[in-house]
């Protein structure tokens, strides 16, 4: 009796960062940086494309996907971290919402503090 036992040989791989749907995946042993971006539903519009790192084992590979040179066919491996990581458009952003955040956490306390000034000290 003749038996056929197929092996299906994946990697997994892991993004986070700034990519539509961040996590981990299984690629084929041959996969690139390209096509892993392209699983996690591609760069969001704050991705810094010219500062992609790879994380392997003890070393940091440092992309810049911007240029499109070889770099873009970067093989990967095993447990490979990519980490895209914001631009400066969204680090504004962020500091813009904080700064909405605190000065409507001061408006309120200004209209607070007003209120009791006008109901318990100005009598």
């Known amino acids: 009796m003749l038996q056929i036992l197929l092996i299906s040989v994946t990697i997994e791989c892991y993004v986070w960062g700034q990519v539509r749907n961040p996590g981990a995946y299984e690629l084929s042993p041959s996969s690139n940086l390209i096509e892993l971006i392209s699983c996690a539903g591609g760069p969001t519009d704050y991705a810094d494309l010219s500062r992609i790192k ?12 911007k240029k499109f040179s070889r770099d873009a066919f970067f093989i990967l491996e095993q447990g490979d971290v990519v980490i895209v990581p914001p631009n400066r458009t969204y ?6 919402e ?13 209209f607070g503090l007003e209120l009791y000034w006008r109901l318990y000290v100005a009598k």
């Open 54 to 65: 790879v994380l392997r084992h003890d070393k940091v590979y440092k992309i810049n996907l």
């Open 91 to 96: 680090k504004i952003k962020k500091y813009l």
């Open 98 to 110: 904080n700064m909405m955040i605190l000065i409507s956490f001061l408006d309120i306390l200004r």
